[in-house]
Nanobody, 117 residues
Framework: QVQLVESGGGLVQPGGSLRLSCAAS????????MGWYRQAPGKQRELVAI???????NYVDSVKGRFTISRDNAKNTVYLQMNGLKPEDTAVYYC???????????WGQGTQVTVSS
């Protein structure tokens, strides 16, 4: 079992930046692949970025070159640096942890990101 707490969301103007953080507790952090998902109103939740326990990353095409996912295993924290934000990035962003042995998924409570002028 792992508990996830996101922070760092907010309101930002188009072209601005935000950094989301997700602090994990309750289990061995390095046993989890970590991801960020988002869900906009009326849309399905979609994968934004993932980072494996070994540090390999992957991104949805719409954020490539603008967003960067990273993890600090010593701090049990995963980050999502978001630059060049667009109105279409507006959504609730969720942190996800997937156990690499059991494939069990755990979710944070979500943090709102709003990109608007």
């Amino acid at each position: 079992q792992v508990q996830l707490v996101e922070s760092g969301g907010g309101l930002v103007q188009p072209g601005g930046s935000l950094r989301l953080s997700c602090a994990a507790s309750g289990s061995i952090f390095s046993n989890y692949a970590m991801g960020w998902y988002r869900q906009a109103p009326g849309k399905q939740r979609e994968l934004v970025a993932i980072i494996t326990s070994g540090g390999s990353t992957n991104y949805v095409d719409s954020v490539k070159g603008r967003f960067t996912i990273s993890r600090d295993n010593a701090k049990n924290t995963v980050y999502l640096q978001m630059n060049g934000l667009k109105p279409e990035d507006t959504a609730v962003y969720y942190c996800n942890a997937r156990n690499i042995f059991t494939q069990f998924n755990f979710w944070g409570q979500g943090t709102q990101v709003t990109v608007s002028s």
